[in-house]
């Protein structure tokens, strides 16, 4: 058996789709964070998988990859500051209780 | 592939050197259980309180400018081993990176997020 | 089987199932604990697809320095086991996750048949290296580069006001 796309693929559809699951049924913030974390990082494999495959002679995907990350690292930090200022005005991470813009 | 052997040799050492370790001082340790020998260590005092204290806040922005200056060696790494083929553009680029990145440090400096009072 | 295949699989696993555990634990910090386990083997996935420079920035960046941020913030924010949000009706959960995602897995299906083969050209030995990787980069995606330090910028900028509020 030798290495395809599809193992990739498979992978990276499987930690995407685990990703979704955290990013909706937690209600912890920062479990949110981790899972978006998740599947943004499958994300990434099938940037790098696919950069092999189309574009052998050119790194287009792994550049992908990079940016990914460095916005996922920008996303986190501005994104659990935000949960520090909720937890400080709520006294909670539950997102069940944050409510205060529903209608 | 043959550059990961490297890392693969070392990865194996990380995990054999502490299971060695572990299952060494398991045989040969005499074991005579007593009720203050089970506690947690701390410092040699008596430990009180939980282990979970919360940590304040102000060290959450010395880890995100951590994390800002990581990502900065990040791109600062194959900007320096591609340096001989790059030219005087390339300079300039990283230099205005570089800058931009400063102002935001510059910023939190005088705003005085790096303080501690 | 060579000895690629081996690794991947071995690395694929660990990924999926410290992926798994992390949705599935509820206290945040064994989550986040399970979640570098996962970066790290997908680092090792990357250097099977010969992304050398990726190889270190996985373990650099998101085990590193990510996952440091949030195992720091779990514990800034120090929820004790009986604050946390309770997590009922699992079933009711899941059947809405499948609901969403089955787009997603109709589109995974298709792309088997489009991708006739999946066979991996052969790629050359500088391919993915530091060098070329900073080649690419400071040339062709100069531009983006730059906006990626004012990205940085807004989000220094960001906490900064964020967190200053505190007191």
Redesign the interface.
Known sequence: ???????????A??????????I?????A??V???M??AL?GV??NF??F???IT????TG??F???I??????????G??????V??NFK??????IDLMKW | MESFGRIGFMLFLAFIVPTIALVLSRFLQPRFVTASKIQTYECGIKPYGSAWVQFN?RY?IYA?IF??F??ET?FLYPWAVAFKGLGLFAVIEMFLFLTILLVGFAYAWKKGALDWH | ??A??IF?MIF?LV??IS??V??TRRH?LS??LS?VV??IS?AG??G????K??FI??IL??AG??MT??IF??M??N?QEE?????ERIIE??S??TL??LP??YI?GR??TV?KD???????QD??TIH??GM??FT??SF?FEV?SI??L???L??VV??K??I
């Not at chain 1, 052998?56 to 790194?59: I, Q, S, V």
């Not at chain 3, 099977?48 to 992304?51: C, E, H, R, T, V």
């Not at chain 3, 604050?83 to 997590?87: N, Q």
């Open positions: 058996m030798t290495l395809t796309l599809y193992h990739y693929l498979i992978v559809a499987l930690l995407f789709c685990m990703g979704m699951y955290g909706i049924t937690s209600k912890n920062v479990r964070l981790m899972s974390e998740l990082a990434s494999i790098v998988a950069s092999n495959y052998p002679a050119a790194l792994q550049i990859t990079i940016f990350m460095t916005v996922s690292a920008a996303e986190a930090g501005v659990l500051a935000i949960i520090f200022n937890y400080k909670t991470v539950d997102m069940d209780k | 806040i959450y995100l994390v800002v990581d990502i990040v | 089987m060579a690629n295949t991947f694929s990924a999926i992926g798994f992390m949705i945040p989550a986040a979640l996962t970066f997908l996935l990357y099977l697809l010969a992304a420079l990726l920035i996985q960046v998101y320095a990510i941020l949030v913030s779990i800034l924010l929820v604050d946390l949000p309770a997590e959960r899941v809405i996750t969403i995602l997603m897995i995974i792309s088997f991708i999946g066979q991996f050209p052969e790629v050359s391919f993915g070329s990787v690419f980069l062709t995606y983006p990626i990205l940085l807004i989000s220094l960001g906490v964020l967190a509020r505190r």
